[in-house]
């Protein structure tokens, strides 16, 4: 007699990334066991939701989202119902219906419902212009939306409201975060890194409404804007709702399981009905719902073992320590664990503000418990092995903030390398694809590059922060073979280097960005927050008196003509030629602090004064006052140059053998309004003894008996450079004509954000003296090129814009409070 064999049916409800991650895991294990139909609510096939950002951003179309294709159910026999979701499940007749009223059966049903976003009870949401941003459909709204309106407010300042404020902004719309709490991200970050995170996007035109509770969204026929419990209202042409997201339970609570804050599950993954199971975010384990995707994604492989395998399998989920890494462009952050600590846990912390790189390890009898990096994230991954593995770090602990390398070198720890990691360490977090997946996946589809290694296994294909790590691999499994990408090139944007776009610019005579991009072949058609930058300085650069500098590709602090604080008010710091002032100035300034109500003035270290604390909308007002008593912007803020440093020289001091303060006032009067790839400083100093620090400027000059050392590409800060010794001249005139050769080949050659020193190490001393020193036609050349420039950019910003009758937009007030 023969036995007929059938499959078993397997139902899955929801089509997202942990639904499909299981299916996935089953057909590893045991494909011929079940039958396998899917019904998702989205017209789509499975997408990568992470990638939604990138999306947003114009980094990337939606279909590089597609994690498996519409073939690809087909090939592994799967039905697929997009677009109809389930409504009802019958437990004991053991079928679904779906709202086109398809009824099916199942042996097992697996519950992958996920989350929806939390919507607050205030009134206005329902008026058009308001979404949230969890899928497909929220962005094609507010990409629509950025085509044609101009104000975004973004409801919930955690991962994913600055996901979506990043890609509203990158998209052009001018956008207000709201937030309830008073750091950002605070789940992920803690007071410290929340508030460099917030103070870098703020430079990056973001503005941010901290302790802000919506109260109500106003419009009449549609969205106008968003009113606080405080009264502040903010106008918005769109709102998106990103105030977290809570597990989707209605179809488990219709069909009587049990339910807690999600549906509850076992450590097989099984809920209270044992044919029924659930993953992802719709699930609750151990009192704890997850709504990032590795603990997703190790769900799926628990809840695979047990419906593929069933009474051999052994695997249980034990819960998941959470790691984060935000995606927001050029921002470097992770966190991992509990990085608040308590009582019985004691903090090891590094903070160097200059160059906003923060870490935190919290360590609790021996063992991490939590981190926080900010700026420097390098050694995240290892922090987060050390923290699962609960090894004891007590002996490195003097080392342990220094990273992975430092404690290696002091014999404490094994230097890192992949070879040394175990076979199930995960590699990309994103798509929880560990070593031995990738490096099986090499061998047996013999890759060589990484875009082969992403096709294949999605390591490193969304946020790409684990791209090292996959060359890492490539390289140990193929050694030579490893064929390594191309360099880089200045953006994402195009594979071109700066010096060839600089190169084609001036050949190709392009006038303008979209020129530039269109001719170029930009891959994205409005560039993105790394390029702007650097093309429009490149357009001044090349074509002074001609180009028309687009205010709105440059950062906040030039765009605003003052430096931006950590609470959102602005310094402002007139000039004050070689650190030279007066009465009548220094009277100017009291008035201006006394009648502004400007709550701090401070003597800076570039010998000028800085007035701390003034609200944006009140910049224009404090220029014009200044102006009046004859003062200009001190070009603080910007890729400019920024101060001449002198010491009293010869005039006043008995060790001077120049008029140091004199010369430091004719180079400033010469230099100053010029832009430039990052911030200048100069200084002068009056004798040997170097009191104006010359030696570690961009450009400094020594007074000696016989004239002037002059010595270039120094820098303080960090990492202190001293400057290297370019030449001696005997004059003054001389003096101006050096220096104005060298700013203009560093104008002209360095790289957008290069300060003098890197571009000066990359290029060689030998090469600026050959082009300054040796050849005099070169060098007067390039300071009739830096005189002529200077013709059109020597204007007052301050002036400029509080003259304007109707105020800049730059400056009128996001908010308003009633009185």
């Known amino acids: 007699m023969n036995m007929i064999h059938t499959r078993e049916k397997l139902v899955v409800i929801g089509n997202g990334m942990a639904g499909m991650r299981t299916v996935e895991e089953i057909l590893k294990r045991n494909a011929p066991r079940f039958q396998v139909t899917v019904f998702g609510a989205e017209p789509h096939v499975n997408y990568d939701r992470i990638m939604l950002s990138s999306v947003l951003a114009g980094e990337k179309e939606v279909g590089d989202t597609i994690i498996n294709s519409l073939a690809w159910y087909g090939d592994n026999g799967i039905r697929l119902f997009a677009g109809d979701p389930i409504v009802a499940i019958d437990r004991q007749a053991k079928t679904v219906t779906s709202e086109s009223g398809r009824i099916e059966s199942y042996d097992r049903l697996l519950l992958a419902t996920g989350s929806r976003p939390i919507v607050p009870p205030i009134a206005g949401l329902n008026l058009p212009g308001i979404c949230a941003f969890r899928d497909i459909a929220d962005v094609d709204q507010m990409i629509t939306a950025s085509t044609q309106h101009r104000r975004a407010v973004v409801i919930g300042g955690g991962l994913l409201g600055l996901e979506a404020a990043n890609g509203l902004m990158k998209r052009g719309m001018s956008v207000a975060v709201v937030h309830l709490m008073d750091t950002l991200m605070e789940r992920q970050l803690d007071k410290i890194a929340g508030g460099l995170l917030q103070r870098e996007l703020d430079e990056r035109g973001l503005n941010f409404f901290m302790n802000g509770q919506t109260e109500e969204i106003l419009g009449t026929d549609r969205v106008e804007g968003v009113r606080l419990a405080d009264g502040r209202e903010i106008p918005g042409d769109l709102v998106c709702m990103a105030i977290g997201i809570r597990p989707n339970v209605d179809l488990a609570k219709k069909a009587d399981l049990e339910i807690n804050r999600g549906v509850v599950v076992g450590d097989d993954m099984r809920t209270s009905d044992p044919n029924i199971f659930a993953v992802g975010e719709c699930a609750e384990h151990r009192g704890l719902t997850y709504g990032l995707v590795a603990p ?59 160059r906003r790189v923060y870490k935190k390890v919290v360590l609790r009898d021996g063992h991490i418990e939590g981190v926080v990096l900010y700026g420097e994230v390098t050694d995240g991954g290892w922090y987060l092995d050390l923290l699962r593995k609960k090894e004891d770090v007590t002996p490195f602990k003097d080392g342990l903030l220094f990273g992975q390398a430092v404690v290696a070198a002091m014999g404490q720890v094994k230097p890192a390398s992949v070879d040394d990691l175990p076979a199930d360490y995960q590699i990309c977090g994103c798509n929880g694809v560990c070593k031995s997946t990738i490096l099986d996946t090499i061998a047996a589809k013999s890759l060589s590059t990484l875009e082969e290694v992403r096709a294949h296994t999605k390591a490193s294909a969304s946020c790409g922060s684990c791209t090292g790590l996959v060359e890492s691999l490539l390289k140990s499994a193929l050694g030579d073979g490893f064929q390594k990408a191309a360099p880089a090139g200045m953006c994402k944007c195009t594979s071109l280097s700066h010096e060839e776009v600089r190169r084609r610019i001036k050949d190709e005579r392009l006038m303008n960005i979209p020129a530039v991009m269109a001719a ?141 303060t004199a010369m430091g006032i004719a180079l400033e009067k010469m230099t100053w309004g010029s832009w430039h790839p990052h911030k200048v400083k100069l200084a002068v100093s009056g004798c040997p003894r170097n009191c104006a620090e010359a030696t570690i400027k961009d450009f400094g000059v020594v007074a000696v008996e016989s004239g002037w050392e002059l010595h270039v590409g120094g820098n303080g800060g960090i990492k202190v450079r001293a400057t290297d010794f370019l030449c001696k001249v005997e004059t003054d005139a001389e003096v101006l004509e050096y220096c104005g050769a060298f700013l203009q080949l560093y104008r002209e050659e360095a790289r957008y954000l290069d300060r003098t020193a890197p571009w000066l190490e990359r290029v060689g001393l030998d090469y600026v003296k050959a082009r300054i020193v040796v050849d005099a036609e070169s060098r007067k050349a390039l300071y009739v090129r830096f005189l002529y420039s200077q013709q059109f950019f020597q204007n007052d910003p301050w002036a400029e814009n509080s003259k304007q009758e109707a105020p800049n937009s730059e400056f009128a007030l996001l908010a308003t409070v009633d009185a």
């Open 296 to 354: 997703l994604y190790e769900m799926a492989k628990v809840c695979a073992d047990h419906l593929a395998l069933e009474e051999t399998a052994t695997s249980g989920y034990a819960g998941s320590i959470l790691s984060t890494k935000l995606k927001v462009t050029g921002i470097d952050l992770f966190s991992a664990g509990n990085f608040n600590g308590g009582e019985d846990c004691s903090e090891l912390t590094f903070n160097d503000t200059g």
């Open 520 to 660: 170029l072949g930009w891959s994205q058609a409005d560039g993105c927050s790394s390029c702007r930058p650097a093309l429009n300085f490149y357009l001044i650069c090349a074509w002074p008196g001609e180009y028309q500098d687009d205010a709105q590709s440059r950062f906040i602090n030039e765009r605003a003509a003052a430096n931006i604080q950590k609470d959102g008010t602005f310094s402002v710091i007139p000039r004050m030629w070689g650190g030279v002032t007066s009465a009548k100035e220094l009277r100017a300034i009291a008035d201006v602090v006394d009648n502004h109500g400007i709550p701090t003035v401070k003597v800076t270290g570039g010998q000028r004064i800085d007035m701390l604390g003034v609200p944006k909308d009140r910049l224009p007002a404090v220029w014009r006052d200044l102006n009046a008593a004859g003062l200009v912007s001190g070009h603080a803020y910007g890729k400019a140059l920024r101060t001449v440093k002198t010491c009293v020289g010869s005039e006043w001091c008995r060790f001077g053998t120049q008029d140091s």
